[in-house]
Protein backbone atom coordinates (compact mmCIF):
# COMPACT_ATOMS: atom_id res chain seq x y z
CA UNK A 1 0.00 0.00 0.00
CA UNK A 2 1.13 3.70 -1.17
CA UNK A 3 1.71 6.16 1.86
CA UNK A 4 0.30 9.38 1.30
CA UNK A 5 1.48 12.19 3.22
CA UNK A 6 -1.56 14.16 3.75
CA UNK A 7 -1.92 13.33 7.24
CA UNK A 8 1.30 14.43 8.35
CA UNK A 9 0.92 17.30 6.67
CA UNK A 10 -2.67 18.31 7.90
CA UNK A 11 -1.31 17.42 11.35
CA UNK A 12 1.81 19.66 10.61
CA UNK A 13 -0.57 22.20 9.74
CA UNK A 14 -2.80 21.87 13.09
CA UNK A 15 0.17 22.35 15.09
CA UNK A 16 0.83 25.25 13.45
CA UNK A 17 -2.28 27.23 13.78
CA UNK A 18 -3.01 25.97 17.50
CA UNK A 19 0.50 26.60 18.94
CA UNK A 20 2.45 29.44 16.95
CA UNK A 21 -0.53 31.77 15.98
CA UNK A 22 1.53 35.06 17.03
CA UNK A 23 4.32 34.06 14.70
CA UNK A 24 1.92 33.61 11.68
CA UNK A 25 -0.53 36.80 12.27
CA UNK A 26 1.14 40.73 11.14
CA UNK A 27 1.82 42.33 13.90
CA UNK A 28 2.39 46.13 13.66
CA UNK A 29 5.99 47.88 13.88
CA UNK A 30 6.57 49.41 17.45
CA UNK A 31 8.45 52.46 18.18
CA UNK A 32 11.40 52.74 20.65
CA UNK A 33 10.77 53.60 24.33
CA UNK A 34 11.51 56.56 25.24
CA UNK A 35 12.70 58.43 28.79
CA UNK A 36 13.04 62.28 27.90
CA UNK A 37 14.40 64.78 30.52
CA UNK A 38 13.20 67.97 30.11
CA UNK A 39 15.13 71.20 30.90
CA UNK A 40 12.73 71.74 33.41
CA UNK A 41 13.56 68.54 35.61
CA UNK A 42 10.66 66.85 34.45
CA UNK A 43 10.78 63.40 32.66
CA UNK A 44 8.12 62.13 29.98
CA UNK A 45 7.88 58.45 29.18
CA UNK A 46 6.03 57.00 26.21
CA UNK A 47 6.83 54.89 22.73
CA UNK A 48 8.30 57.38 20.00
CA UNK A 49 5.75 57.63 17.17
CA UNK A 50 7.63 59.95 14.76
CA UNK A 51 9.95 62.33 14.89
CA UNK A 52 8.95 65.64 13.57
CA UNK A 53 11.25 68.76 12.11
CA UNK A 54 10.60 70.44 15.61
CA UNK A 55 9.19 67.65 18.00
CA UNK A 56 9.31 64.02 18.87
CA UNK A 57 5.38 62.54 19.01
CA UNK A 58 4.80 60.43 21.73
CA UNK A 59 2.54 57.48 22.89
CA UNK A 60 2.30 57.35 26.66
CA UNK A 61 1.28 54.41 28.74
CA UNK A 62 -2.17 55.58 29.12
CA UNK A 63 -2.56 55.85 24.91
CA UNK A 64 -2.55 59.24 24.81
CA UNK A 65 0.15 61.13 22.43
CA UNK A 66 2.29 64.20 23.10
CA UNK A 67 4.12 66.10 20.91
CA UNK A 68 7.14 67.60 22.97
CA UNK A 69 9.34 70.11 21.54
CA UNK A 70 13.07 69.60 21.24
CA UNK A 71 14.51 73.32 22.15
CA UNK A 72 12.53 71.93 25.71
CA UNK A 73 14.55 68.59 25.90
CA UNK A 74 17.99 68.14 27.39
CA UNK A 75 18.12 64.53 27.31
CA UNK A 76 16.60 61.15 25.44
CA UNK A 77 17.00 57.76 26.98
CA UNK A 78 16.32 54.77 24.87
CA UNK A 79 14.91 52.17 27.28
CA UNK A 80 16.18 48.82 25.81
CA UNK A 81 14.75 45.45 26.99
CA UNK A 82 17.05 43.23 29.20
CA UNK A 83 18.55 40.26 27.06
CA UNK A 84 20.10 38.77 30.03
CA UNK A 85 17.30 35.92 30.67
CA UNK A 86 17.67 34.83 27.14
CA UNK A 87 21.04 34.80 27.15
CA UNK A 88 21.58 32.83 30.20
CA UNK A 89 18.99 30.75 29.00
CA UNK A 90 20.94 30.01 25.40
CA UNK A 91 24.65 30.09 27.09
CA UNK A 92 23.36 27.41 29.71
CA UNK A 93 21.87 25.12 26.72
CA UNK A 94 25.36 25.93 24.94
CA UNK A 95 27.61 24.96 28.11
CA UNK A 96 25.47 22.17 29.33
CA UNK A 97 25.83 20.72 25.79
CA UNK A 98 29.15 21.01 25.04
CA UNK A 99 29.97 19.89 29.14
CA UNK A 100 28.18 16.88 28.18
CA UNK A 101 29.82 15.47 24.96
CA UNK A 102 32.98 16.07 26.82
CA UNK A 103 32.40 14.56 29.76
CA UNK A 104 30.69 11.36 28.09
CA UNK A 105 34.49 11.25 25.98
CA UNK A 106 36.29 11.47 29.24
CA UNK A 107 33.98 8.77 31.35
CA UNK A 108 34.17 6.77 28.25
CA UNK A 109 38.24 6.66 28.23
CA UNK A 110 37.94 5.92 31.98
CA UNK A 111 35.71 2.79 31.28
CA UNK A 112 33.22 2.94 33.78
CA UNK A 113 30.04 5.39 33.79
CA UNK A 114 30.27 7.85 31.29
CA UNK A 115 26.65 8.66 31.72
CA UNK A 116 27.44 10.01 35.24
CA UNK A 117 30.47 12.28 33.37
CA UNK A 118 28.06 13.56 30.90
CA UNK A 119 25.53 14.84 33.60
CA UNK A 120 28.51 16.87 36.02
CA UNK A 121 29.88 17.94 32.90
CA UNK A 122 26.74 19.42 31.49
CA UNK A 123 25.90 20.41 35.01
CA UNK A 124 28.92 22.48 35.04
CA UNK A 125 29.69 23.89 31.73
CA UNK A 126 26.46 24.69 31.85
CA UNK A 127 26.29 26.66 34.93
CA UNK A 128 29.32 28.48 33.18
CA UNK A 129 28.05 29.12 30.41
CA UNK A 130 24.87 30.28 31.97
CA UNK A 131 26.94 33.24 33.81
CA UNK A 132 28.85 34.19 30.85
CA UNK A 133 25.57 34.23 28.95
CA UNK A 134 23.71 36.38 31.82
CA UNK A 135 26.35 38.79 31.61
CA UNK A 136 26.68 39.26 28.00
CA UNK A 137 22.74 39.62 27.81
CA UNK A 138 22.64 42.10 30.60
CA UNK A 139 25.54 44.26 28.47
CA UNK A 140 23.41 43.91 25.24
CA UNK A 141 20.75 45.32 26.59
CA UNK A 142 22.07 48.10 28.27
CA UNK A 143 19.78 52.09 28.04
CA UNK A 144 21.27 54.67 25.36
CA UNK A 145 21.44 58.10 26.21
CA UNK A 146 21.37 61.35 23.47
CA UNK A 147 22.12 64.51 25.44
CA UNK A 148 20.68 67.41 23.15
CA UNK A 149 21.24 70.51 25.40
CA UNK A 150 24.49 72.13 24.51
CA UNK A 151 24.94 70.40 20.67
CA UNK A 152 25.32 71.98 17.47
CA UNK A 153 22.22 72.07 15.44
CA UNK A 154 24.12 69.52 12.85
CA UNK A 155 24.61 67.08 16.05
CA UNK A 156 21.54 67.52 16.83
CA UNK A 157 19.76 66.54 13.41
CA UNK A 158 22.51 63.87 13.36
CA UNK A 159 20.78 62.39 16.41
CA UNK A 160 17.35 62.58 15.13
CA UNK A 161 18.12 60.89 12.00
CA UNK A 162 19.38 57.70 14.05
CA UNK A 163 16.28 58.37 16.29
CA UNK A 164 13.99 58.40 13.26
CA UNK A 165 15.08 54.54 12.60
CA UNK A 166 13.70 53.96 15.63
CA UNK A 167 10.07 55.66 15.20
CA UNK A 168 7.15 53.53 14.81
CA UNK A 169 6.21 55.90 11.66
CA UNK A 170 9.95 56.47 9.99
CA UNK A 171 9.03 57.82 7.11
CA UNK A 172 6.60 61.07 9.22
CA UNK A 173 6.99 64.62 7.02
Known amino acids: MKRRPDKQVAAVA ?30 VMGELIAVKPDS ?6 AGYDRS ?12 KESK ?13 LGGAVAGYSY ?24 LIGLALGDLSGSDETIELEGKSESAIKSNLA ?9 DYK
Do not use: W
Open 107 to 130: GKGQDHYPEMYAFLGGLVFGAAGG
Open 84 to 96: AGPGALYGFLAGA
Open 14 to 43: VFLILVCPGALSARERRGANLDITLKDGHH
Open 162 to 170: GLRGKARIR
Open 56 to 61: LLLLNL
Open 68 to 79: IDLVAIKSIRIV
